[in-house]
Nanobody
């Protein structure tokens, strides 16, 4: 069982930046695909970004050029650096871990965090 704990959310003005963190309990963290998803009120959970076990990355079109996913295996942590934030980026952001590289498919992630709220004001 992998436990994931997100942090780093908050309120930021449009154009600002946030860095989300997701700490994993699993010491073999590097064996997992790590993904970030987000869900706004009344909407489905959408894929944001993912990083594979060999550090390949994949981004949703909405975040390309603005978001960067990275990992620190020594700290069992995955990060999502978000720049040039827009009001439409406001959502609860979830971290997820899985074993298969099908990055945009939430059903293939085995473990999920509780989420962290990101609010971007205009």
């Amino acid at each position: 069982q992998v436990q994931l704990v997100e942090s780093g959310g908050g309120l930021v003005q449009a154009g600002g930046s946030l860095r989300l963190s997701c700490a994993a309990s699993e010491r073999t963290f590097s064996r997992y695909v790590m993904g970030w998803f987000r869900q706004a009120p009344g909407k489905q959970r959408d894929f944001v970004a993912a990083i594979s076990q060999d550090s390949s990355t994949y981004y949703a079109d909405s975040g390309k050029g603005r978001f960067t996913i990275s990992t620190d295996n020594a700290k069992n942590t995955v990060y999502l650096q978000m720049n040039s934030l827009k009001p439409e980026d406001s959502a609860i952001y979830y971290c997820a871990a899985g074993l298969r590289w099908v990055p945009a498919t939430p059903g293939l992630y085995n473990y999920w965090g509780q989420g962290t709220q990101v609010t971007v004001s205009s």
